[in-house]
Structures are given as C-alpha cells and as structure tokens.
C-alpha cells in the first residue's frame, strides 16, 4: 500500500501539529514544552503512562464520557513520543495493516 492510498484523518492533523510544534518550539505551546522538557522525554513518557492509567479507570468505571476525554488524551501523548522517536502516522499505519 502507497502513502497516496491511506486515508487522511483528524489523526494526520493532530500528528502535523505536533510535528510542527517540535520544529518550532512555540513558547506558548504545551506540546513544544514537551519536546523541550528538562526531563526530556521521560516527561512525555511519564504523561503517556499517567494518560494511559486515566483510561484504564475510566474504562473501569465505565465511564463513556471520561473514557472518550482520557483516551484523546492518550492518542495526543502517544503521537508526541511518536514524533520524539521520529516514527510517522505512517509507519504506524503500515505496521497495523501488516496486522490486518
């Protein structure tokens, strides 16, 4: 499957943001404080797990609303350590149709 192929979503918007972000470093910016973090990026690490953590409770509770914030959430911090280790929406797209 070519990259011409796969279907564009909110997912490729959030993700050119992001990616944005990181070249730009915006002082504004929670996603450019996140790639410029003393901690570097064990403090997007750390958020992932944390948001990771929200939706497994909310899923718990079952709680539909909490679990459509929290894994928005999840998706976000899970994009910005993507775009930190350089890998794009899609390699990711590849690996999961590789899964199909």
Request: proline share 2%; hydrophobic share 40%; no cysteine.
């Amino acid at each position: 499957m070519t990259d011409d192929e796969l279907p564009k979503t909110v997912f490729d918007d959030l993700f050119s943001v992001i990616e944005s972000r990181r070249e730009t470093l915006p002082d504004d910016s929670y996603t450019a404080s996140l790639f410029a973090h003393e901690k570097g990026e064990n403090a997007a690490l750390e958020k992932l797990g944390e948001e990771a953590t929200e939706t497994i409770l909310a899923a718990k509770d079952s709680d539909s609303a909490a679990i459509q914030a929290e894994s928005a959430d999840l998706i976000y911090h899970l994009f910005v350590v993507l775009a930190m280790e350089e890998i794009t929406l899609d390699d990711l797209r590849e690996e999961l149709h590789g899964r199909l």
